[in-house]
């Protein structure tokens, strides 16, 4: 059942615009105003020149060019040609990222089918060898901490508390000191895993630092796969957000990286044998709480 579904999901090839808003944060400010113009043009930028881009945005051909490599195509020509193939599913299915409190039926949908777009894209980024190697290192591990600072440390409360229920000894804690304080009790037989919407988290790059000098296997949630935080870590999971479509200097969204939690709390659920029992204890001892 599963390998059907991950068959299936390699099948979505990820689009222009994730890639770049995947990179965003890790470009250079000339290439951030490429980024903005194509992310706020895109029906203008699919008739223009290079030359007519690299004017538009007040940058040179040659940026343009390096822009293009960055997010992983040949060059101007084939970003052009994919944003318009994207342009037309887009206009079949009459979504679009416009947010409007006189239609908020429209807006809805309008956030339903990005967010949707942004659980497909993480998932097809995920490599089946890689998961598999991550949850056997859960399943093995002592202690399982998990790390975070600011907005995603919701996220880790949640790792930490599904993980216990099915009998996996996690810790988090939301005083960033306290974290690293604890990976200096790491051991080779424990796991770390760090979630950072950028990646770029000094905090989090030290902590990691620490965690592979005690031999912990580290595991990273970032959006950015050649991020500081990625790049300390033995494996990645790459996760897809777009929430700048929606507001332009703000990074909220936690769905995707909740959603990579969930994904492995599942997979363990069926891996691990005592999994079950585990869970029937938790929920009996919480039963008597209920109306």
Excluded at 229 to 239: C, D, E, M, R
């Amino acid at each position: 059942m599963i390998k059907g579904v991950i068959i299936k999901v390699r099948e979505i090839e990820k689009s222009v615009l994730d890639k770049i808003l995947c990179i965003y944060k890790s470009l250079h400010e000339a290439e951030k105003k490429i980024a903005d113009y194509i992310i706020n043009n895109k029906e203008r930028v699919i008739e223009m020149t290079v030359s007519e881009l690299a004017l538009e945005s007040s940058v040179s051909e040659a940026t343009i060019v390096r822009f293009c490599k960055k997010c992983d195509l040949k060059g101007f020509y084939d970003l052009k040609i994919k944003i318009a193939k994207e342009m037309v599913n887009l206009k079949s299915s009459n979504i679009s990222n416009e947010l409007d409190s006189n239609n908020i039926m429209q807006s809805l949908q309008n956030i339903l089918a990005n967010k949707i777009e942004e659980l497909k894209q993480t998932i097809s980024m995920m490599n089946e060898g890689n998961i598999k190697r991550i949850l056997e290192a859960i399943k093995g591990a002592r202690i399982v901490q998990f790390a975070a600072v600011g907005n995603t440390i919701p996220v880790a409360m949640d790792g930490a508390y599904k993980f216990n229920q099915l009998g996996i000894s996690s810790v988090t804690n939301t005083i960033w000191e306290t974290q690293l304080a604890f990976s200096y009790t790491l051991t080779k037989e424990d796991v770390v895993i760090v979630i950072s919407n950028s990646g770029a988290s000094k905090e989090l790059v030290a902590l990691l630092e620490i965690a592979n000098e005690r031999q912990a296997t580290t595991i990273s949630i970032t959006n950015h796969e050649n991020s500081p935080v990625a790049n300390k870590s033995k494996y990645h999971i790459n996760t897809s957000t777009r929430e700048k479509l929606f507001l332009d200097e703000f990074s909220f969204s936690r769905v995707s990286a909740m959603v990579v939690i969930e994904i492995l709390y599942l997979l363990l659920t069926r891996d691990k044998e005592d999994a079950y029992n585990w869970i029937s204890q938790h929920e009996q001892s919480i039963a008597e709480g209920k109306i």
